[in-house]
């Protein structure tokens, strides 16, 4: 039997395609057009003219400073959230000490604090400890308000691999150390997936602590280096957003690799 088109389904994907892509169009047209064919045709028209002096004069203006300081607090903040919280996670679960309660319990209070609420106090720590206008001095806050989440997130992964697991493990003699690495570790790539790309994104995105953290153009990273398309005699639309293109790329593609096990962590079933 022949089944019959689903035309309100095929309008409705229709409508959702250009609501999706209406503004991906008015960003990339954007990019390639000269400000002054931009002003006189407005974000919806045709582009009259195919340029990418956008992206270079981008560049030139140190956006590629700003992108590489970018790139450093991004995979440090990874790294140290990747190196601390598997073994956290894995104490967490499989620990049974007050101790450790007590630690993953002072990790959920994080959550509860706003970054804004800490921002002078952190101010003035960074101050003394000599890291402002330092990358690092943006690198450990981050890093550190990642941890409570990235705890919460692959804890509950670790949780859904079988004790029957341990259990066999144990009986062969194993120790905790190789569980970890050769049972926990691999049962737990969706989890790991997860807080690598939470942690990269609040980084890659994070606004905050560089700005008030950081002052000279040496240590402004992508979020912070938008502002200078902005003048007082206006914004240059077009060069900004070329800016903010080139500033989503590695996120794209970070989520394009980890898509997967990124979507297999968030549905709690840790990778397996």
């Given at each position: 039997?022949?089944?019959?088109?689903?035309?309100?389904?095929?309008?409705?994907?229709?409508?959702?395609?250009?609501?999706?892509?209406?503004?991906?169009?008015?960003?990339?047209?954007?990019?390639?057009?000269?400000?002054?064919?931009?002003?006189?045709?407005?974000?919806?028209?045709?582009?009259?003219?195919?340029?990418?002096?956008?992206?270079?004069?981008?560049?030139?203006?140190?956006?590629?400073?700003?992108?590489?300081?970018?790139?450093?607090?991004?995979?440090?903040?990874?790294?140290?959230?990747?190196?601390?919280?598997?073994?956290?996670?894995?104490?967490?679960?499989?620990?049974?000490?007050?101790?450790?309660?007590?630690?993953?319990?002072?990790?959920?209070?994080?959550?509860?604090?706003?970054?804004?609420?800490?921002?002078?106090?952190?101010?003035?720590?960074?101050?003394?400890?000599?890291?402002?206008?330092?990358?690092?001095?943006?690198?450990?806050?981050?890093?550190?308000?990642?941890?409570?989440?990235?705890?919460?997130?692959?804890?509950?992964?670790?949780?859904?691999?079988?004790?029957?697991?341990?259990?066999?493990?144990?009986?062969?003699?194993?120790?905790?150390?190789?569980?970890?690495?050769?049972?926990?570790?691999?049962?737990?790539?969706?989890?790991?997936?997860?807080?690598?790309?939470?942690?990269?994104?609040?980084?890659?995105?994070?606004?905050?602590?560089?700005?008030?953290?950081?002052?000279?153009?040496?240590?402004?990273?992508?979020?912070?280096?938008?502002?200078?398309?902005?003048?007082?005699?206006?914004?240059?639309?077009?060069?900004?957003?070329?800016?903010?293109?080139?500033?989503?790329?590695?996120?794209?593609?970070?989520?394009?690799?980890?898509?997967?096990?990124l979507v297999?962590?968030l549905m709690?079933?840790?990778?397996?």
């Amino acid at each position: 039997m022949r089944r019959r088109p689903n035309y309100v389904a095929g309008a409705a994907s229709l409508a959702w395609l250009f609501i999706i892509g209406l503004p991906l169009y008015v960003l990339l047209t954007a990019t390639v057009q000269s400000r002054s064919d931009y002003a006189r045709g407005g974000p919806l028209s045709l582009p009259r003219g195919f340029t990418l002096d956008n992206y270079t004069s981008a560049f030139d203006g140190g956006f590629g400073q700003y992108f590489l300081n970018t790139v450093v607090v991004t995979l440090a903040v990874v790294g140290i959230v990747v190196v601390l919280v598997p073994p956290l996670a894995y104490s967490i679960v499989r620990s049974r000490s007050r101790v450790t309660s007590l630690v993953f319990r002072l990790f959920l209070l994080g959550l509860a604090i706003p970054v804004q609420a800490v921002i002078v106090p952190m101010f003035f720590l960074i101050s003394k400890a000599g890291l402002y206008d330092n990358l690092i001095g943006v690198i450990l806050p981050t890093a550190a308000f990642c941890l409570p989440v990235s705890a919460l997130v692959l804890s509950g992964a670790m949780r859904d691999i079988s004790p029957e697991l341990f259990e066999a493990m144990a009986m062969d003699g194993a120790t905790p150390r190789r569980m970890f690495f050769q049972l926990v570790v691999p049962l737990s790539k969706g989890g790991i997936s997860t807080i690598v790309v939470f942690s990269a994104l609040q980084a890659w995105n994070g606004f905050l602590f560089p700005l008030v953290l950081t002052q000279s153009d040496s240590t402004k990273v992508v979020t912070l280096g938008l502002y200078n398309f902005q003048t007082e005699h206006g914004i240059n639309i077009p060069g900004l957003l070329a800016a903010v293109v080139l500033s989503m790329v590695p996120v794209l593609l970070v989520y394009l690799f980890a898509r997967r096990a990124l979507v297999q962590g968030l549905m709690g079933v840790g990778g397996k």
